[in-house]
């Protein structure tokens, strides 16, 4: 394989003529908001900063195919569901394949920052694989960050051993307090030696999760909890679990909908247990108290995810494409981060105005979506969008609540009007759409629909374009009732 650099340009793009830009940090907290240490151990982590998401890239490695415990919405011949999004595991590594593929990516992906073990099954029940992969790449990768994620049940065992490997962030699934719910979740687990069902098989789960959680947070790892949201199951019950992690130390709370089809052969899925909907979710994450540590960027991942968070570049890496050894150049890698620093930088300094010039403005909050292919810009073709970043703003500022995904629009170079149905319905409650550019049928059909498209903002970065944008509309209105 050889050591191509990807284009910075076609990451983060160009500069708006008349130098627009903005704001840095979203709703998450940043180099502002943070001790120096722990910003030093996110500001590069696409799950832990909102910010790095749009600059940084994170693959996993499926070593880890066997799990402790059954959760009513897995089927193990799919991904796991805590990190995946559904869909058949495309292959299983050896700890030594795994290192070969992690470095071949390396070498052409400047953006990758993070190697993490997220399933297929659990990374720590057979923590030795998982272990060998991180030991074998941070011998040629020192500079990785390493995550891995896991239920918690074979936590407690494994706290010194992470600690050692300065593994500096574990995910653990928690998603519930009360064994009375859990037993409606997990119908089994598998613990020193035998199967355990029922009330019994919860309380194990949540004793163990809740002790790993305290002791390896005391060891300084970053720990973020995600919490699946199942309607009618625990869903007004995860204000509790977002208050007993916190009361713990946990650092993140990612609480994802549930996924839920009768075609992925789960328990939820056959038994017709609805996922929640955007709407719903949002509800939720607004009631939560520490609205910086609550992470909304989550594109719920495979397990052999390669890339920036909402692209999949895992076919490009594939066992049978990978080279028997890597030309291995840490200078592009080197390079890229240079660059991020002075981008931030000037999207700090940006988001600053915009700031300032939404203080003045007092009005409800609107609730738009953003065609982006990273680098916090409006930077995309309405019609080549896979998934739109959806902001509310108003005149606190400019706040990142999530994403909704779509298929694009575009076909071959056509707009395809099915497509745009499936749009439409995605949009629900958003009342503007920025892109780079648009075509004048989507445009209007999406007025016919309710939904504005601005595509007066591109390359702008995403801050700045909403806050003069909705200065404007203010200011427009004042005007139409004078
Ligand atoms: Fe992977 Fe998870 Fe580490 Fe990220 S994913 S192990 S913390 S490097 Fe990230 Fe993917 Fe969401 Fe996971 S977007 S599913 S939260
Ligand atoms: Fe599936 Fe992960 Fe639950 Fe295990 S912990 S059953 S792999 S979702």
């Known amino acids: 394989m050889g050591q191509t650099v990807v284009p910075l340009s076609s990451i983060l793009g160009k500069p708006a ?11 998450a907290s940043g180099s502002d908001d943070l001790p120096p240490e722990i910003w030093a151990k996110v500001k590069d982590h696409p799950c832990y900063s909102e910010d790095a998401h749009h600059y940084f890239a994170r693959m996993h490695v499926a070593v880890a195919p066997a799990c402790n415990i059954q959760c009513n919405y897995c089927n193990r011949k799919y991904d796991c569901a805590n990190e995946s999004r559904p869909g058949v595991t495309s292959e299983r590594l050896t700890p030594e394949q795994a290192a070969i593929k992690v470095l071949a990516v390396a070498a052409e992906v400047p953006q990758l920052s993070v190697l993490g073990v997220a399933g297929p099954g659990d990374a720590l029940y057979d923590a030795k694989r998982t272990f060998e992969t991180f030991d ?7 500079d990785l960050k390493f995550c891995l994620s896991t239920n918690g049940l074979a936590l407690p065992d494994q706290v010194d051993a992470i600690a050692e490997r300065n593994i ?10 009360d064994p009375e719910i859990g037993a409606r979740i ?9 199967r355990w069902t029922g009330i019994e098989a919860a309380r194990i789960l949540h004793e163990r999760q809740m002790e790993g959680l305290e002791r390896l947070s005391a060891k300084g790892v970053l720990i973020k909890v995600n919490s699946v949201m199942i309607p009618g199951v625990n869903d007004q019950h995860l204000v509790a679990v977002n ?13 994802l909908p549930l996924i839920s089809d009768p075609a992925h052969g789960t328990r939820f899925g056959l038994d017709g247990q609805r996922g929640p909907s955007p709407a719903e979710l949002k509800d939720l994450q607004d009631q939560l108290p520490g609205q910086a540590s609550l992470m909304r960027h989550c594109r719920q991942c495979r397990a052999d995810a390669v890339g ?10 594939t066992l049978d494409q990978l080279p028997e050894t890597v030309a291995y150049d840490p200078r592009p890698r080197e390079l890229y981060r240079e660059v991020v620093e002075r981008e931030r930088a000037q999207r700090q300094a940006s988001a600053e105005a915009s ?5 003045l403005l007092s009005a409800p909050a609107r609730l738009v979506a953003i065609c982006s292919k990273g680098g916090g810009r409006i930077n ?50 958003i009342d503007t759409v920025f892109a780079a550019k648009i075509g004048a049928c989507p445009k209007r059909d999406l007025a016919a629909a309710g939904i504005s498209v601005v595509d007066g903002y591109a390359q702008a970065y995403v801050e700045t374009a909403l806050a003069e944008w909705f200065r404007g509309s203010l200011a427009a209105d004042r005007q139409a009732r004078a």
């Open 380 to 429: 995309q073709h309405f019609g080549h969008a896979r998934e739109f970043l959806v902001y509310e703003v108003d005149g606190r500022g400019v706040r990142f609540v999530g994403h909704r995904k779509a298929q694009n629009y575009c076909l071959g170079g056509d707009g395809d009007d099915d497509r745009l149905e499936g749009i439409i319905a995605a949009l629900e409650g």
């Open 17 to 27: 003529a008349g130098g627009c830009a903005a704001k840095a940090c979203g709703t």
């Open 355 to 359: 700031r300032r010039i939404l203080a």
């Open 186 to 194: 997990y119908p089994w687990i598998f613990f020193r030696g035998r």
């Open 243 to 255: 208050a007993a992690i916190r009361a713990r130390g946990a650092f993140l709370h990612n609480i």
């Open 136 to 142: 074998r790449v941070s011998q040629v990768l020192p």
């Open 308 to 317: 920036m968070l909402g692209e999949d570049r895992c076919q490009d890496f």
């Open 168 to 177: 500096d962030h574990v995910t653990i699934t928690i998603n519930m307090v």
